[in-house]
């Protein structure tokens, strides 16, 4: 076995890289650790120098042949992560030392799950494993892997990795059939209400267009564009990803790609981007340059169900946060994260938190569920 580490996605070929890539009927699970998207990434600008996200992936061959490799970053701050870890940046710094830079194991920008070890599970110990070393000897504070798979997880802490619970609100198909199927599921009460929202929404005065494959145009980019500015300098300050980063999905990933917009008077004034896996819809941005009254809900959560109930997807993830989602059918899930970090009276503080917190995610998971809108078995 011969570990490398890279610097460019574009060191190692398409090929290779994707035929890690777990994949379903041709098309990529999560299309995020695909080889397009992480080198739409780097060749846009949006991570690399003066980025804070430095490629450092790290490649596993045995002789000629790619048989493992992982996504990773070097950091120098802990932006763009969506599980973050700025408590234990503090506390480490409080206490004399440099949290950054640091070893991260992930898709940027992307609060998505998926593979993050891109091996047969025999060999993921060896990546992980890998990444320790790495950060060891190179006085990284420490190495992290976010989203990761609840097996990846499990791997993780069986080499001594602290695995780390939090959640996120997803939507499941459970054989619904269609939209009226999934409302049929509801509550009385919660199922006028989606409709009523729904109502609102496309009453905003112009019509919804969901546009993927060659439908997508340089326009309609130039569109988004303006969209996820808007809200990027709203949550973040400013965007993490730059202009050229949708040009360069245009080329590589349009089919991979849905965009909803709403359009009046023939001008797109908000929309949704959603990638497609093999399974699951994921729903990324959203932006405006006119309010309307539920049009975010319609375009981001309903027009995706829709979409994915037409496409047979099991799943739509929808991001980070939000429990307004609870009330439109999207329940909660958990959510995995690997550390290890470089100094052992650290790990056995965080640990203990992470056993605290983890406690308390999953008692607020279960309490959520009293509040899930689907029809309980007595009927309602």
């Known amino acids: 076995m011969d570990i490398a580490v890279i610097d460019s996605i574009d060191r190692v070929t398409p090929a290779e890289w994707d035929a890690l890539v777990p994949h379903r009927d041709g098309r990529a699970l999560d299309p995020f650790t695909t080889h397009r998207f992480l080198a739409a990434l780097e060749r846009s600008g949006s991570v690399g120098a003066g980025a804070g996200w430095q490629p450092q992936h ?9 048989v493992a490799a992982a996504p990773l970053y070097v950091k120098s701050h802990s932006q763009g992560e969506y599980i973050f870890d700025h408590a234990f940046a503090e506390a480490w710094q409080r206490a004399g030392g440099r949290y950054y830079p640091k070893l991260q194991c992930a898709v940027p920008f992307t609060p998505a799950t998926g593979p993050r070890l891109l091996a047969p599970a025999p060999l993921r110990p060896l990546l992980l ?54 409302l049929a599921a509801l509550s009385s009460r919660k199922r006028k209400a989606i409709r009523k929202e729904r109502t609102t929404a496309q009453d905003f005065g112009g019509e919804i267009r969901l546009l993927t494959g060659d439908a997508i145009k340089p326009a309609h980019w130039d569109a988004f564009w303006a969209f996820y500015q808007d809200t990027g300098a709203r949550k973040w300050g400013q965007p993490y990803l ?3 980063f949708f040009d360069e999905i245009q080329t590589s990933m349009r089919d991979d790609t849905l965009l909803i917009l709403a359009e009046r008077d023939g001008q797109p004034v908000a929309g949704a981007l959603n990638f497609i896996g093999g399974d699951t819809l994921y729903g990324r941005y959203w932006g405006c340059v ?50 290890w970090f470089n100094d ?37």
């Open 290 to 339: 006119e309010d309307h009254p539920c049009l975010h809900f319609e375009l981001c959560y309903y027009q995706a169900i829709d979409f994915a109930l037409a496409q047979g997807l099991k799943r739509v993830e929808a991001g980070a946060q939000g429990e307004h989602k609870l009330a439109r059918g999207y329940l909660p899930s958990e959510v995995h994260a690997l550390y």
């Open 344 to 380: 052992a009276r650290f790990t056995r503080a965080v640990a203990d938190y992470l056993t605290s917190e983890g406690t308390a995610v999953r008692q607020e998971m279960d309490w959520l569920e009293q509040f899930a809108p689907f029809r309980k078995a007595e009927g309602g």
């Open 58 to 66: 790290l490649l596993i061959r045995e002789g000629s042949r790619l």
């Open 242 to 244: 730059t202009r050229g």
């Open 129 to 182: 494993r890998a990444m320790r070393e790495i950060a060891a000897q190179n006085g990284l504070s420490s190495a992290h892997v976010t989203f990761c798979t609840a097996e990846e997880a499990a791997q993780g802490a069986a080499e001594g990795f602290l695995h780390r619970v939090t959640q996120q609100y997803h939507w499941e198909d459970r054989d619904f059939g269609g939209f009226e199927g999934f």
